[in-house]
C-alpha cells in the first residue's frame, strides 16, 4: 500500500506546472520506481510509448526494459542530469529514450522516484526549439516585446530592455514607453495603440513601420525605429495578444533622409533663372525636414547681375530674397516681407563670420550665464567658383536636435547646389538687363509728331524666362509730309535677336530716306540679310562665332502713307495683315496685301498694293506675338483685336491699353509690338499745285506763282525771297537737265516744301564749283538756303524736293 500510495502521489505531481527538471514532465512519459527500481507505477504516456499496460509491467525492474549489449550491459549515456537509454518496446523493436530521475516529496507513503521518459529524437527538436526561444529572449538584436488583450506590456527580450536604458516596461502601454513619440507614416493612425488595436481586431499585421521618439536611455536626441506588430493567438483562433518588433534604425533613417533632401533639391531648387524664386525653392525644400526656418541674404551686386567679389568681404548689408517656413507663403500674423529688404548684420553676428571666413559657422544659443538654450543656428556661404554669392542660414527651435557634424556637410552640399542655380540666375539677369537695355535703345523713344497722322503703341517684352525678343516698330518722317510705318519679328530671344533687330531698324530708316516703295525696300533689306550668309561659307574670323545669322527668317511690313493723296502703299515679307478700320462705318477689314517670303529666305519678288483710306480711318500694325502664343488660336485672338479696333472712336492710347489688356491678360512667352494710327489728311489751302510747260519763260512764271502763294500764307519776307531762289533753280535745272512737262508743288505744313516733279531719271548731285566755273552753284545755294533737301524716284521720273523752316 506504501508504493501505491508513491507511485500515486508521484504521478499526480506531473500535473503540477511548479514541476521543473531536466526534462519537460509535461510532456514526458512516467514511471514510478522504488527503492529497488522496481516499477511501482505506470503513467499512461508510457505505455503509449512503450506499448506495455501497467498489468505487464508493475513488480518487474525496470532494468528488464532495457535492451543489453552483447557482453551484458545496458547501454547508457549520461549528460546533463539525463540519461539517453535504449529500451525495448512491448512488439519487440528498440526504442531510444531520454530518462531523467525526479524526487518528489509526498506524505507518509514513503520514498519513491519518479522516472520520466521521452522519444529522444522528439525530445532533440524539443530542445532545440526551446534553444532557439532562449536565443531570442537573450541574444537576439531585435527588440520584442508581447502585449496582452489590453494591450499592456506583459514580456520583453533583453535587446528591448537595454535599448530602453534597462528600464522595466511591464504594464505600460505602447505609446507609453518612449516621450514625444509620433508614427511618422501617413498611412497609420497617429498612436501606436489605435494601429495596435487594428491589429488585434483585424488580424492583419503591420510591417516597417517607422515611429520617432526619444528613449529614456537618450532622453534629449530623437531616435527613429522600425517596428512590425502581429497577433499572437491561439490554435482555436482565440486572440492572446500582440507581438511587437523594434530595430533602431535613427543613424540609417537620417543618412536616407539626408540623401532624399539632397535628392529633392536637385529636383526642385533652380527650377528658374530667378534668384528670390530659386531662395523659395531652397527653403520649400529644407523645411520642416531639415530646419524650422531657412533665409538666404544675397549681396546687391549679385541681385543686379554683376560679377561678385572673388575675396571674402564683408559690405555690413546684404538683401533679403528668401526666408520663412518654407512654404513659399505668409504665415499667419506674418507681415509680407517687402520686395527687396536690407539686413543689417552685426560684425561680431555668425552670417558676418561666415561671410569674412567663407565656412559654415555653427551657433548654438546660450542664456545670460552661458548656457546652451535649446535650437541652434547654422549659417553657410553661398559660394560659387571662388566668389561670394551671400549667405544662407538655417534655424532650429526647441522642436529640432542640434546640427550635428553630418548635418553641417548636407546643408554644405545642399548651399553649394543652391549657389550654383543662383549664379546661373546671375549670369541671366546680366545678359537679359544687357539685352533689355540695348533693346529699349533701339527702339524708338519718342514718336515723331506728324500731320499726316496720329500714331499710338504699345510694346510688352516676353517674360523674363523667354528673354528679349526681336521685335520692333517704327514711324519714320518721309519727303512730302510722307509717312513710313514699320513693324517687324526676328526669330529668337537674347542679345542676338535685339542686336539684329537694331541692325534691321537702322537698315529700313536708312532705306526709307531713298523713298523707296515699299516693295523695293523689302527687296533691298532682303538683300542686305542674304550678305551676312553668304559671309558665313568662309572661315569665321571668331572662333566663337555663331553658325548662322538670326536675321534669316524675319517676318517686317512696311507701309508708306501719303495724307496729301490719302494713298497707303504697303508691303510684306512674311508678316501678318494689317488690320483697317473704316472710319465712317467701324468695320474691320483685314486687307489682302501680296504674301512675301521672310527676309533673307530671297526665292520670290515682294509685291505691294495701295489703299485708299478716308480721312480718320485707323491701320493696326502688330506682331505675332499679339494674336499667337501657346494655347492660343489665331482666329480667335484676331477676332478679340476686331472687336477692340470696332471702338475706333475712342483715343488710340485707350485702345491701346484696351488690346493689350484683352489679347495678353498675363505673362507672355513671345514679346508683342502693336502700333496704331489715325489717318489725316491735308487740305486743300495746304497745298498748291502748278503745270509747267518745258520752257525757259516758265522760271519766271514759276517764281511769281510761288511769290503770290506764299504772300496768301501770310509768309515772312526773308522766307518768300529764299522760296523764290530754290524754285527758279529747281525749275532751271528740270529744263536743263529733263523733257517734258514739269509740276511745280508747294506743301505748307509744319515746314514749307517745295517740290520740282520731271520726267527725268537722273539725280542731281552737290559739288563744288570752281572760281572759273559758269555754272554748278544753284544747287549748293539751295543746300544753304534750305533745311533738307532730296531726290524722290517715281514712275513717271523724279521729284526734287527741299524743306524749309517756318517761323
Not at 81 to 103: C, N
Not at 261 to 284: D, I, K, Q, W
Request: glycine share 10%; net charge negative; charged share 25%.
Amino acid at each position: 500500500m506504501k508504493r501505491e500510495a508513491a507511485a500515486t502521489s508521484a504521478l499526480n505531481a506531473l500535473g503540477d506546472n511548479g514541476l521543473r527538471g531536466p526534462l519537460d514532465v509535461t510532456r514526458a512519459a512516467a514511471a514510478v520506481l522504488d527503492a529497488d527500481d522496481t516499477i511501482v507505477g505506470w503513467g499512461p504516456k508510457a505505455q503509449g510509448l512503450l506499448g506495455y499496460p501497467p498489468e505487464e509491467v508493475l513488480g518487474r525492474p525496470i532494468d528488464s526494459l532495457l535492451v543489453g549489449t552483447a557482453g551484458g550491459q545496458h547501454a547508457v549515456v549520461e549528460r546533463d542530469g539525463t540519461r539517453t537509454l535504449d529500451m525495448r518496446h512491448r512488439d519487440g523493436h528498440t526504442v531510444r529514450v531520454v530518462s531523467a530521475v525526479l524526487s518528489v516529496s509526498h506524505d507518509r507513503a514513503g520514498p519513491a522516484r519518479l522516472l520520466a521518459i521521452a522519444d529522444a529524437e522528439e525530445t532533440e527538436q524539443w530542445e532545440a526549439q526551446q534553444s532557439m526561444l532562449r536565443g531570442l529572449a537573450t541574444e537576439s538584436p531585435v527588440g520584442l516585446a508581447i502585449y496582452d488583450t489590453d494591450l499592456r506590456v506583459v514580456w520583453t527580450n533583453a535587446a528591448l530592455y537595454q535599448e530602453m536604458g534597462n528600464s522595466e516596461y511591464l504594464g505600460l502601454g505602447p505609446d507609453e514607453m518612449v516621450s514625444h513619440g509620433k508614427v511618422l507614416s501617413t498611412r497609420y493612425p497617429p498612436t501606436l495603440e489605435e494601429m495596435m488595436r487594428q491589429v488585434l481586431a483585424t488580424g492583419k499585421p503591420v510591417i516597417e513601420l517607422h515611429y520617432r521618439g526619444r528613449p529614456p536611455v537618450d532622453p534629449d536626441r530623437d531616435h527613429v525605429w522600425s517596428c512590425s506588430y502581429y497577433r499572437l493567438q491561439d490554435a482555436k483562433g482565440v486572440s492572446l495578444g500582440v507581438c511587437e518588433e523594434t530595430v533602431d534604425i535613427t543613424d540609417r533613417y537620417l543618412a536616407q533622409q539626408r540623401l532624399d533632401l539632397l535628392v529633392r533639391a536637385g529636383g526642385h531648387v533652380g527650377t528658374t533663372l530667378e534668384m528670390a524664386r530659386t531662395a523659395r525653392e531652397l527653403s520649400a525644400v529644407a523645411v520642416p525636414q531639415f530646419a524650422d526656418a531657412v533665409t538666404v541674404d544675397l549681396l546687391e551686386d549679385v541681385l543686379e547681375g554683376d560679377q561678385p567679389p572673388l575675396a571674402n568681404v564683408w559690405t555690413g548689408s546684404l538683401i533679403r530674397v528668401g526666408g520663412g517656413h518654407g512654404t513659399g507663403e505668409t504665415q499667419p500674423g506674418e507681415t509680407p516681407p517687402a520686395e527687396r529688404e536690407r539686413i543689417d548684420y552685426p560684425a561680431d553676428s555668425p552670417q558676418a563670420r561666415g561671410l569674412t571666413l567663407g565656412k559654415p559657422v555653427l551657433e548654438h544659443p546660450t542664456d545670460e550665464r552661458g548656457e546652451e538654450l535649446p535650437g541652434s543656428r547654422l549659417v553657410v556661404p553661398l559660394r560659387a567658383e571662388g566668389a561670394t554669392l551671400g549667405i544662407v542660414t538655417f534655424a532650429r527651435d526647441r522642436n529640432h536636435d542640434p546640427f550635428d557634424i553630418g548635418e553641417l556637410a548636407v546643408a554644405d552640399e545642399l548651399v553649394a547646389r543652391t549657389a550654383v542655380c543662383i549664379d546661373n540666375a546671375r549670369r541671366f539677369t546680366r545678359e537679359h538687363t544687357a539685352a533689355l537695355m540695348l533693346q529699349r535703345s533701339l527702339l524708338p523713344q519718342n514718336l515723331p509728331r506728324l500731320s499726316g497722322l496720329e500714331p499710338a503703341y504699345r510694346y510688352l517684352p516676353a517674360d523674363v524666362m523667354a528673354g528679349v525678343g526681336g521685335d520692333w516698330f517704327d514711324v519714320i518722317p518721309l519727303s512730302g509730309t510722307r509717312v513710313g510705318l514699320v513693324v517687324g519679328d526676328v526669330v529668337g530671344h537674347g542679345l542676338r535677336a535685339a542686336a539684329t533687330m537694331g541692325r534691321l531698324r537702322t537698315s529700313v530708316r536708312v532705306l526709307a530716306q531713298l523713298d523707296l516703295p515699299p516693295e523695293e525696300l523689302l527687296a533691298r533689306l532682303d538683300d542686305l540679310i542674304g550678305q551676312p550668309a553668304d559671309e558665313g561659307a568662309t572661315a569665321p574670323l571668331e572662333r566663337d562665332a555663331p553658325p548662322h545669322d538670326e536675321a534669316l527668317g524675319v517676318t517686317c511690313l512696311y507701309a508708306v502713307y501719303d495724307p496729301v493723296t490719302g494713298l497707303c502703299r504697303m508691303a510684306r515679307a512674311g508678316h501678318l495683315l494689317p488690320a483697317v478700320v473704316d472710319p465712317a462705318t467701324g468695320s474691320v477689314t483685314f486687307p489682302e496685301l501680296p504674301a512675301g517670303p521672310p527676309l533673307g529666305l530671297g526665292g520670290l519678288p515682294f509685291e505691294g498694293a495701295e489703299l485708299e483710306l478716308p480721312e480718320g480711318s485707323l491701320i493696326a500694325l502688330f506682331t505675332d506675338g499679339l494674336v499667337r502664343g501657346r494655347g492660343r488660336d489665331l482666329d480667335s485672338q484676331l477676332g478679340e483685336l476686331r472687336a477692340v479696333l470696332t471702338e475706333h472712336r475712342r483715343p488710340l492710347e485707350e485702345l491701346c491699353d484696351r488690346a493689350v489688356a484683352k489679347l495678353l491678360p498675363g505673362p507672355v512667352d513671345d514679346d508683342a509690338a502693336l502700333l496704331l494710327v489715325r489717318t489725316q489728311t491735308l487740305g486743300s489751302h495746304q497745298v498748291a499745285v502748278w503745270e509747267l510747260a518745258p520752257d525757259p519763260e516758265e522760271v519766271g512764271r514759276a517764281r511769281d506763282l510761288v511769290c503770290e502763294q506764299a504772300v496768301a500764307w501770310g509768309l515772312d519776307e526773308d522766307l518768300v525771297f529764299t522760296t523764290e531762289l530754290v524754285v527758279s533753280e529747281l525749275v532751271t535745272n528740270a529744263l536743263r537737265y529733263a523733257s517734258g512737262p514739269i509740276q511745280l508743288r508747294l506743301i505748307r505744313d509744319r515746314t514749307l516744301i517745295c517740290e520740282v516733279s520731271d520726267t527725268g531719271h537722273t539725280s542731281p548731285h552737290l559739288r563744288y564749283a570752281g572760281s572759273d566755273d559758269e555754272g554748278g552753284r544753284g544747287l549748293f545755294l539751295v543746300a544753304q538756303f534750305t533745311q533738307r533737301w532730296g531726290t524722290r524716284h517715281t514712275p513717271a521720273g523724279k521729284t526734287i524736293w527741299t524743306e524749309q523752316t517756318l517761323p
